[in-house]
């Protein structure tokens, strides 16, 4: 059975730390990888990864993938309070449903000033 | 990215009833998709719904529980019917775009089932 596990389950640091979120898959057919930020109800999107070892980077966040070890990790530096949110993996297996996200139960990072 | 609206943004409705939440897209999109994420729980998908043809579901859910309509590239319902408060989530339509076809969310229709 496709899964997605994320760890830890929640986090509590305070602002200016750097914080790495952990998620592992186990999959059929691996197409993609993606990490989502959800603060109220709409996860917002990050970042999508399909090869590895090339980082991805926005602002304070940045990504890679390692297929080999079936993870990826999601840093964020220099945390602010904003930054309090769950962060969601999910995976795309290449078969099955096109779009069949598969997610796991979120990373509860919670920034304290 | 496409901007994507949801009706209701949130719900009360008693057992039994039926519920209609609509997605609007600003632009047209092949693929559109539903997810449900309960109390506490990751999201996970209801169905693809298809333009001109029937939605696709994965297990778990039936049509006669969740029927979607998709009349245009640009819209599409998602009827959660005779309601329980096991039904009680939050309902999230989603788009297939961009550069690497990622998947982008709507802000969700949080109901509750009395």
């Known amino acids: 059975e496709d899964k997605v596990v994320q760890s830890p389950l929640s986090l509590v640091v305070h602002e200016g730390d750097t914080v790495t979120l952990n998620c592992s898959y186990e999959?059929?057919?691996?197409?993609?990888l993606l990490w989502y930020k959800q603060e109220k109800k709409a996860p917002t999107f990050l970042f999508m990864l399909?090869?590895?070892?090339i980082e991805k980077k926005s602002g304070r966040l940045s990504s890679i993938l390692d297929k080999k070890e079936l993870s990826s990790i999601l840093n964020i530096t220099a945390t602010q309070t904003g930054d309090s949110a769950i962060y969601l993996c999910?995976?795309?297996?290449?078969?099955?449903?096109?779009?069949?996200?598969?997610f796991g139960k979120g990373t509860k990072l919670s920034v304290k000033p | 990215s496409a901007v994507i609206s949801q009706k209701p943004s949130r719900d009360i409705c008693q057992r039994g009833t039926s519920l209609t939440i609509q997605c609007q897209v600003d632009?047209?999109?092949?693929?559109m998709f539903w997810y449900r994420q309960q109390p506490g729980q990751s999201l996970t998908l209801i169905a693809t719904?298809?333009?001109?043809?029937?939605?696709?579901?994965e297990s778990g859910f039936v049509i006669d529980k969740f029927p979607i309509s998709r009349p245009n590239l640009t819209f599409s319902t998602l009827t959660v019917s005779n309601m329980s408060p096991e039904d009680s989530s939050i309902y999230l339509c989603?788009?297939?775009?961009?550069?690497?076809?990622?998947?982008?969310f709507g802000p969700g229709t949080r109901l509750t089932v009395t």
């Open positions: 989603s788009v297939a775009g961009g550069a690497d076809y990622e998947q982008y």
């Open positions: 999959v059929t057919n691996f197409r993609s």
């Open positions: 399909t090869s590895s070892g």
């Open positions: 999910a995976v795309e297996p290449a078969l099955g449903s096109q779009g069949n996200l598969i």
């Open positions: 632009s047209q999109v092949t693929m």
């Open positions: 719904a298809n333009q001109g043809s029937e939605a696709t579901y």
